[in-house]
């Protein structure tokens, strides 16, 4: 969560720091803030709401500093106001953060004794006077130092000091920070994504590591504080992909393209020639394997629990599925011949990485299912699968949820048949019928008129309700989190079985509920409890098989997905659900990209 810059040059920064801000918005957006050192003091400028709001009171106070660090916040500790938008600076230093400290009220107090005033709510704060405090008795590295041993937490700080006037320094505990190394200037950056416009060529800090940047040079300390050398990575160059087109928004964009990313997924796993999945070299034996436990949050999590349902389906192999906040904090029983499976879009929420700490702790073997390759996730992990999907910047997860869908379920055919659970022929089969999945899928993109009438029963709807029976169940549980991201109307989603243990209680005249009902064998059981949804008035919108004519009378809306094999059935059912959430989202005017209290890199607990 939030999102940092920092850049030393020889030249103004701010330009640069604003269109890093911009990128970066996808990490918070409550309030965005810039310092730079102007005429040999600390120039501070921040504001609520957007990046466009810091660059108009740029633009009429101009802050033309040759280094800065700037700052979007996704708020933790005080409410997003500008007071409490990052940098926080006394008059020596200036601070961005990311992550949480945890024992800032105590150093608060033991500053306050000291005469330190504080201004904001932040946890933040502490950081600043920590170091201003140091830096009177201390070099700068000491108090660099004697600042951080202080805190408890996790942090990504980018920090510029009155004194030291040609450096930024940049220092990591948890939260992942990147370098960036650019002609005569250096960068720092809360994700290579920030820095990606200005460089591909990036060092990733490791935890406990400080940087020192110039203009013309970096010095890299690891937590003993000893100088070393990192490696530079050349990224690959995706400067333009992420560029919304003739979309009015990312996620029509991103939701719109999901054929594509199926086909781009499905190339790089599958040869249809041969007839083979390209899956090598895992971690631990396949045919050895006890149990595997997939974790995730989110969109990501509802991945994993459709994968259960396929891996059950296709091997013998016992499985387990946990959100990560959970995952963390239980004490697990590990076993050397489980695999632990994570899953994660950007590769960088702060939950499914200390779930992957956990499992390397403990020498657990570990594989990741990322869209972000270059990610914190994606490097500690001992076998990585890409999702391809490329950059995602809507909020909302929509293709990187059929992207991770997707490898799962490759990933589970590929063990199933080196096991031997299923046989040749089957295994054929099954990648035979991924190669129409992705026309299948733009297919279903053709509801979008059907779905714009839909929605409008959404409007003046209490909530609405998501229910589904075997895979369709995390799909049910995928578009009510859709639907409440995106609309923030309370939207719950079911396996169907469950109504009657209480939920049924919430259906009353007119209440939306979506059925997810294709014909498989759970068809019969599903029809039947949206019978008793209709029984008490609740207004459904099936969504079944182009095959089937059974509908009854009283369904209020028909949408039927192309047959297909049933275990892809639920790609198929994504669609519709993704786009009903988008239209009701849009007839509220809701800001679509960038829902509310949300983020998109979820980089604390
Ligand atoms: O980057 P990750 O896949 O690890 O993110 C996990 C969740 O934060 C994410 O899927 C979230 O639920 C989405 N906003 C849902 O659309």
């Not at 501070?44 to 709401?49: A, Q, R, S």
């Not at 396949?286 to 149990?291: D, G, L, R, S, T």
């Not at 349902?309 to 013998?316: D, I, L, P």
Request: net charge positive; aromatic share 8%; proline share 3%.
């Amino acid at each position: 969560m939030c999102g940092i810059i920092g850049i030393a040059s020889n030249k103004s920064v701010t330009a640069n720091i604003i269109q890093s801000l911009k990128r970066l918005e996808y990490r918070g957006y409550d309030s965005a803030g810039i310092a730079t050192i102007v005429n040999g003091n600390i120039d501070e400028k921040k504001c609520t709401g957007r990046v466009d709001n810091l660059e108009k009171i740029l633009f009429k106070n101009p802050s033309n500093g040759f280094l800065g660090i700037g700052h979007v916040r996704w708020a933790t500790h005080g409410a997003a106001s500008q007071i409490n938008a990052h940098p926080h600076s006394s008059e020596e230093v200036s601070v961005v953060h990311n992550g949480i400290i945890e024992n800032s009220d105590e150093l608060k107090k033991n500053l306050e004794k000291k005469g330190y005033k504080f201004k904001s709510q932040t946890d933040t704060e502490v950081i600043t006077f920590l170091l201003t405090d140091f830096l009177k008795d201390f070099n700068l590295i000491n108090a660099i130092n004697k600042t951080l041993e202080k805190l408890n937490g996790s942090f990504a700080l980018g920090i510029i000091f009155k004194k030291y006037n040609d450096i930024v320094v940049g220092a990591r505990r948890g939260s992942p920070l990147a370098v960036g190394y650019g002609p005569e200037e250096n960068y720092l950056g809360s994700d290579s994504y920030a820095l990606k416009s200005m460089t591909n060529k990036i060092t990733y800090l490791d935890d406990g590591d400080v940087c020192i940047l110039t203009n013309n040079k970096v010095e890299f300390y690891n937590s003993k504080n000893k100088k070393v050398n990192k490696e530079i990575l050349m990224l690959s160059d995706d400067k333009n992909i992420a560029e919304k087109g003739d979309y009015k928004d990312f996620m029509s964009k991103e939701i719109n393209e999901q054929n594509i990313t199926a086909k781009t997924c499905i190339k790089e796993y599958v040869d249809q020639l041969r007839k083979e999945i390209n899956l090598y070299n895992f971690p631990v034996k396949p045919e050895e394997i006890k149990k595997i436990v997939l974790i995730g949050c989110g969109t990501a999590y509802h991945s994993c629990i459709a994968a259960k349902y396929w891996f059950e389906e296709f091997t013998n192999i016992s499985i387990e599925i946990d959100v990560a906040s959970e995952f963390r904090y239980r004490k697990i029983k590990f076993h050397k011949k489980n695999l632990y499976v994570f899953v994660s879009q950007s590769g960088e929420t702060a939950d499914t990485l200390a779930a992957l700490d956990l499992c390397k702790k403990n020498n657990m073997k570990t594989c990741s299912i990322v869209n972000v390759v270059e990610s914190s996730i994606a490097r500690s992990s001992d076998f990585v699968l890409p999702i391809h999907a490329g950059p995602e910047i809507g909020v909302a997860s929509t293709k990187a949820f059929i992207g991770q869908m997707l490898v799962l379920y490759i990933l589970s055919i590929k063990i199933s048949e080196i096991r031997k659970d299923i046989n040749k022929a089957e295994y054929t089969k099954k990648i035979n019928e991924l190669k129409n999945l992705p026309d299948l899928i733009k297919k279903t993109l053709k509801f979008q008129d059907k779905i714009q009438v839909i929605a409008k029963d959404f409007l003046k709807a209490k909530g609405a309700i998501f229910l589904g029976r075997g895979l369709s169940f995390p799909i049910a549980l995928e578009g009510a989190l859709k639907l409440k991201e995106l609309s923030y109307l309370h939207a719950e989603g079911y396996p169907a079985g469950e109504m009657k243990h209480g939920p049924l209680a919430l259906i009353e005249e007119g209440l939306p509920v979506v059925i997810l009902a294709p014909k498989d064998r759970y068809y019969e059981k599903t029809i039947s409890n949206m019978q008793e949804v209709i029984a008490r008035g609740g207004k459904v919108i099936l969504i079944t098989n182009e095959y089937n004519n059974v509908i009854s009378e009283n369904v209020r809306s028909t949408l039927k997905i192309p047959n297909t094999d049933d275990h892809l059935t639920p790609f198929l059912m994504t669609v519709p659900l993704q786009l009903l959430a988008y239209h009701v989202a849009s007839l509220k005017n809701c800001n679509i990209d960038k829902p509310r209290n949300l983020a998109k890199s979820v980089t604390v607990e």
